[in-house]
């Protein structure tokens, strides 16, 4: 197929300011995903916006059912049940306790 350009699973982005680091989510623009290198402002690292991962959790939160809806909060740089003034980034793939300070997603690769 002519038009092909990519798989999609990880996208060639612009560090914003500050870089980035390898492991760490980072929502850019509409895009959410974890970078898979480290990387200085300015510069291309490739961003992954499909996976499961291990990621930063709002404590308090405790995460029973499988498959429900995360959330982005970007203030706070951790994801989260509370849809209201986050970003839809993906689901539950595994169950977290309320005083966990992580938690695994599947990110689902839109918003």
Same mark, same amino acid.
């Given at each position: 197929?002519?038009?092909?350009? !990519? ?57 029973? !059912? ?46």
């Amino acid at each position: 197929m002519k038009n092909f350009v !990519q798989h999609g699973d990880t996208l060639d982005m612009t560090a914003p300011a500050g870089g980035v680091i390898s492991g760490t989510a980072y929502l850019i623009g509409a895009l959410f995903g974890v970078a898979t290198a480290s990387a200085d402002a300015g510069t291309t690292f490739p961003l992954r916006v499909v996976g499961v991962y291990t990621l930063p959790k709002a404590t308090g939160e405790a995460w029973a !059912q499988e498959g429900a809806i995360l959330y982005w909060d970007n203030t706070n740089k951790r994801l989260t049940t509370t849809a209201s003034g986050n970003t839809k980034v993906g689901s539950v793939a595994s169950a977290a306790l309320s005083a966990a300070t992580t938690g695994v997603i599947r990110l689902n690769g839109i918003v």
